[in-house]
Every structure is written in structure tokens, then in C-alpha cells.
């Protein structure tokens, strides 16, 4: 932001950012309530269309796969046409998409949408990313990027709970042409709401515009770009933290209502009420990390300290709670040490954000696809993995083969699963602890404090 020291209020800051920030809030809550009504509906939708756990672990992963591949994609086409059309085209794609999942009734089908409805969300971090760099100061990326993850939050946590008690009225394909709605409705109040260049919302100056006017800008030379970016060491280190805490959450977003049914014996209905806490936790401790990380950077001018070291303490946090939480007896204290370790994680989460705007600098739409295309790999890889696990755990299997990618396909590979290696519950808990292990001894490999594009 333009730091002025006048007093006219024409060269005071206005405050629309504080618009821009509630319309990307609300589009990160329609983006995760249309994403994750799949994982409570799941058990219905095995029923309605005579498939496993790991049939529909394998289409999450292929939602992941299109996720992953249109990142970078997602980010050029944001710079493409600026952020205002950017989000409202994906919105409007992503709830028409979630219309077409209420029509699928086959597994080649849904495989194909949910494709497709991964690649255009795919777009919504990079451009969200580029809109926080562009409408907020240093001293505010922290809270600004803590809305942004705990709304996405929150949409999970609707998804979970709002879902669950609907599945108890309606059948899960009205479900999903109900959720429609509310996409398409954020579409367009964000196409007529989000501010443009000032001399076209008199509630905007130029003091709040330092580089700021929502225009279309040149597409870039992804290719040379990328090449660059992949040999540094902290894009590399934040690359690699991104996969393993999308894996950790990844749980928590696919398979956690099935696990409680099946290892606690509740009700879908219960299921789905019970989900929703670790993502709450998510919530309460991303406005912990907002302000945090903004308190430490302005008492200390450090990125690393405000950034890394947060967040490697938040989940290092995580991962002992996440561990420890297998030994609970009940489904209550289970939800309680997973949602305390989840609030950790979510501490994390604005420093993540943060320090990823921090390295992108001027082409942070692009850096930020390239980090979150690394992290959605995670989806790709453990969630048909998760999916054959619950399989055998479930059924007591003695095998079961995992498929990543669209099954029936040439578009696929197989793995045996043995059931002779899958052989506790625990062992589901206790994968997901050592992904958030991983991603925090790997912050602390990351440094913040110079962006690979000045």
C-alpha cells in the first residue's frame, strides 16, 4: 500500500479492500461447500451407484488430478483477463459442474465432472493470492490471507454439517442441485460488487490501488518461469510442506465421515456433525495465525520468525495431536484431540499464505499455482490409497487394488494393497501424523524474505 503521510482525505486510504476481502471470503466458503458434499454423500452415492470406497477414493483423486494439471493455467487465465472476470467465469463453471454431478449415474461419468470440476477450481487460489498482493500492505497479508484459509474452512465445515442434516430430507442429488445455487449466486454478486479501477467506484482512491487496477496484463513465458522457480531452495522446501499438509487435511475432506461410521459405529447423520469440528478447528486457529503472524512482523521486520517458524511450531503441534488422538476410546474424545491438532494446523495456515505471497512477488498468480499444484499431487496419490484402506479395514480384506486416475480406462493404473500391511485403524490416523511431521520440519527450510520476482 502507498504509505502517504497527508492529511486530505483524498490521499487517506479508502477501504475497499475490506469488500474485496469479504467477497473472496464467501467465494472460498461456496468453493469448499460445492467441494467436499461428495465426502458426506459418499456412502449414498457407493449405494445408488454399486461401488466401493476405493472406486470413489479413485474419483476424488481424478477431482484432485484436474485440480493439480490447470493451476498454472488457472493463474495465467487470471492474468489473462484480470481477477474481477477471472473468479465470476470459474464461479459460474464450477456451480454448473456441481449441477451436472446431480446427473451422473455411472462412475465413467461422475469421473469425467468431477474432473472438470477440479481443473476450473483449480484457478481460484492463484487468482485469490494475486488479489490479496495486489489490495493489501505487508502489515495486513496475515489477516487478509487467514480470512481467505478460514473461509475455505468454514464452506468444509458447512459441507460437513449442513449436509449431513439435509441427507436426512433429501436425496443426494437434490443436494447437490441446492449447493448449485449458492455458487452461482456468488458468481454474480462478485461480478457486481468487487471493486474496479477507482474512477469507477468512487469508494476507491489511488492510495489503495499501489498496484492495483483489476486490468488484463500480458500473458508470461510460464515455461521459462517455472524452470526458474523449481531450483531454488525455499520454493522447493514450501513446495514439498504444501504436499505434505494437503495430505494431512486431505483426511479430513474425504474419508473422516466414513471412519467415524465405521471404527465408532455412529449414524451418517452423526458422521457428518462430528466432521465438521476438525474443520472448525481450522477456523478458530486461522484467525490465531492471521493475527499472530501480522504481531510477530510488525515486532520483528522477520519473515522467517512471523512465517516459517510459525508455522513449523503449529504443526510439528498437529502431528502429536493427530497421533496421540488414535487412542481415545470414545468418538468424542477422538474429535476433540483431532480438532485441537487441526486448530494447530490451521495456525499455520495464514503463514503459509503469506510467505507464498512473500516468494511470488510480482507474478505471485503464477507462483501461487505452481505451490498449489505441488500440494494437490496429495490428492492425486493418497486419497485412492486412503479409499483401499478403508476398504480393507472395513470389509476385512485380504487385498484390494487401488486405482489412480478415471477408472475403466486407458487413463489409469492399478496397485495391489495388501491386507497383510493395512492391518489397524491406526494406521490411518497415524499416516495423516506423519504428513503434518513432514511439512513441519520442511518450514524451516523455508525462507520468506526475498521474492523470486522483485
Not at 467477497?23 to 452415492?45: D, F, M, N, P
Not at 484467525?287 to 515486532?299: I, P
Not at 522477520?302 to 511450531?313: G, T, V
Request: charged share 10%.
Amino acid at each position: 500500500m502507498a504509505k502517504t503521510g497527508h492529511t486530505d482525505p483524498h490521499f487517506q486510504p479508502s477501504r475497499a479492500r475490506y469488500l474485496v476481502a469479504l467477497l473472496i471470503a464467501t467465494g472460498a466458503i461456496s468453493l469448499y461447500l460445492t467441494r467436499h458434499v461428495l465426502s458426506v454423500t459418499q456412502t449414498e452415492i457407493q449405494h445408488d451407484l454399486g461401488v466401493g470406497s476405493a472406486e470413489l477414493g479413485a474419483v476424488m483423486s481424478i477431482f484432485s488430478l484436474g485440480y493439480l494439471l490447470f493451476q498454472v493455467p488457472g493463474g495465467w487465465f487470471g492474468n489473462l483477463v484480470g481477477t474481477r472476470w477471472g473468479l465470476t467465469v470459474i464461479g459460474i463453471l464450477w456451480s454448473l459442474l456441481t449441477l451436472a454431478t446431480a446427473f451422473c449415474h455411472a462412475l465413467m461419468p461422475l469421473s469425467i465432472v468431477r474432473f472438470l470440476f477440479g481443473a476450473v477450481q483449480a484457478g481460484y487460489v492463484p487468482i485469490t493470492a494475486k488479489i490479496i498482493k495486489d489490495w493489501f500492505p505487508e502489515k495486513e497479508i496475515g489477516m487478509a490471507s487467514a480470512v481467505v484459509g478460514i473461509s475455505m474452512s468454514i464452506g468444509g465445515a458447512l459441507a460437513m454439517d449442513v449436509t449431513g442434516r439435509l441427507t436426512d430430507h433429501f436425496d443426494w442429488r437434490v443436494i447437490f442441485q441446492i449447493y448449485t445455487i449458492v455458487g452461482l449466486f456468488w458468481a454474480i454478486a462478485f461480478l457486481l460488487l468487487f471493486p474496479r479501477r477507482n474512477a469507477d467506484r468512487p469508494g476507491v482512491n489511488q492510495a489503495e490501488l499501489p498496484v492495483g487496477k483489476d486490468v488484463p496484463s500480458q500473458p508470461t513465458r510460464a515455461g521459462h518461469n517455472l524452470i526458474t522457480m523449481v531450483v531454488l531452495g525455499s520454493l522447493i522446501a514450501i513446495c514439498l510442506q504444501s504436499f505434505f499438509r494437503a495430505a494431512g487435511y486431505n483426511f479430513f475432506v474425504t474419508f473422516f465421515p466414513e471412519y467415524l461410521m465405521e471404527h465408532y459405529e455412529v449414524s451418517l447423520g452423526d458422521a457428518g456433525k462430528y466432521a465438521k469440528w476438525p474443520l472448525v478447528g481450522v477456523v478458530v486457529g486461522g484467525l490465531v495465525g492471521g493475527a499472530l503472524v501480522d504481531l510477530v512482523y510488525r515486532r520483528t521486520q522477520n519473515k522467517w520468525l512471523s512465517r516459517s517458524l510459525i508455522s513449523a511450531l503449529a504443526l510439528f503441534t498437529t502431528a502429536a495431536f493427530t497421533f496421540f488422538a488414535f487412542y481415545a476410546s470414545s468418538p468424542t474424545g477422538f474429535i476433540w484431540l483431532i480438532g485441537i491438532g487441526a486448530a494447530c494446523s490451521g495456525i499455520g495456515s495464514p503463514a503459509a499464505w503469506a510467505a507464498m505471497i512473500d516468494i511470488g512477488g510480482r507474478k505471485i498468480a503464477m507462483v501461487a499455482g505452481f505451490i498449489n499444484m505441488i500440494g494437490c499431487f496429495s490428492g492425486v496419490l493418497v486419497t485412492p490409497v486412503l479409499g483401499g484402506m478403508m476398504d480393507i479395514l472395513k470389509d476385512d480384506l485380504a487385498s484390494q487394488t487401488v486405482t489412480f486416475g478415471i477408472p475403466t480406462t486407458a487413463f489409469s493404473w492399478d496397485f495391489e494393497l495388501s491386507g497383510e500391511v493395512v492391518t489397524d485403524w491406526s494406521q490411518v490416523v497415524w499416516m495423516h501424523a506423519a504428513f503434518y511431521l513432514a511439512a513441519a520440519v520442511l518450514w524451516l527450510m523455508v525462507r520468506p524474505s526475498k521474492p523470486l520476482y522483485d
